[in-house]
């Protein structure tokens, strides 16, 4: 797959296409269920991030904020180098959406932060876990977190709920 043909995307279409990927691995949760993974995601994005059990940095640090249209298509060019088989799946969707096709109607991007998206396709490698305290946080189960690929991307969801910083 070309990456350029992500980059092409406007905010609106790599947001449903990545809702079509989702979608297509049953992934895509009701509204509801969205709306709930997205405030957990806004407490996480403030607490320390949990790497192999360890909690401190490890995110690279973002300044300013990120634009959320750039956040998933940085998620999207990652699915892609990390899980090559779904190459044709996040073509099909582009092609769909370019067709006019937008995410499934069942999800509404527009009243969801697009942190829900992203958390569902890294949900092998980052999970919401809910502290002793009884806060959110994110639970990361890769050591080399901050020389990666999924360390930057991580980065960019905190600041996109943060505005910035990272931690």
Same mark, same amino acid.
């Given at each position: 797959?070309?990456?350029?043909?992500?980059?092409?995307?406007? *905010?609106?279409?790599a947001i449903a296409?990545?809702?079509?990927?989702?979608?297509?691995? @049953?992934?895509?949760? $009701?509204?509801?269920?969205? @709306?709930?993974? $997205? !405030? &957990?995601?806004?407490?996480? !994005? %403030?607490?320390p991030v949990e790497? $192999? +059990? =360890?909690? %401190?940095? +490890?995110?690279?640090?973002?300044? +300013?904020?990120? !634009?959320?249209?750039?956040?998933?298509?940085?998620? /999207? @060019?990652?699915?892609?180098?990390?899980?090559?088989?779904?190459?044709?799946?996040?073509? @099909?969707?582009?092609?769909?959406?370019? &067709?006019?096709? +937008?995410?499934?109607?069942?999800? *509404?991007?527009?009243t969801v932060g697009?942190?829900?998206?992203?958390?569902?396709?890294?949900?092998?490698?980052? &999970?919401?876990?809910?502290? =002793?305290? %009884? #806060?959110?946080?994110? #639970?990361?189960? #890769?050591?080399? /977190?901050? $020389?990666?690929?999924? %360390?930057?991307? /991580?980065? #960019?969801?905190?600041? =996109?709920? =943060?505005?910035?910083?990272?931690?």
């Amino acid at each position: 797959m070309n990456v350029s043909e992500i980059d092409a995307l406007t *905010d609106e279409q790599a947001i449903a296409v990545l809702a079509l990927v989702l979608d297509h691995d @049953r992934r895509l949760p $009701d509204l509801a269920r969205a @709306r709930q993974l $997205d !405030a &957990q995601i806004g407490e996480a !994005a %403030g607490e320390p991030v949990e790497v $192999d +059990g =360890t909690a %401190g940095p +490890g995110v690279v640090a973002v300044d +300013g904020a990120v !634009a959320p249209g750039g956040l998933v298509r940085d998620t /999207l @060019r990652y699915l892609i180098a990390e899980q090559t088989e779904v190459a044709p799946v996040v073509e @099909r969707a582009i092609a769909m959406t370019r &067709q006019g096709m +937008g995410a499934p109607s069942r999800f *509404d991007p527009v009243t969801v932060g697009v942190g829900a998206l992203v958390v569902l396709v890294l949900q092998t490698d980052v &999970q919401l876990e809910r502290t =002793t305290a %009884g #806060k959110w946080r994110f #639970k990361v189960h #890769k050591k080399a /977190l901050s $020389d990666s690929a999924l %360390g930057k991307l /991580l980065g #960019k969801l905190i600041a =996109t709920y =943060t505005g910035g910083g990272g931690q």
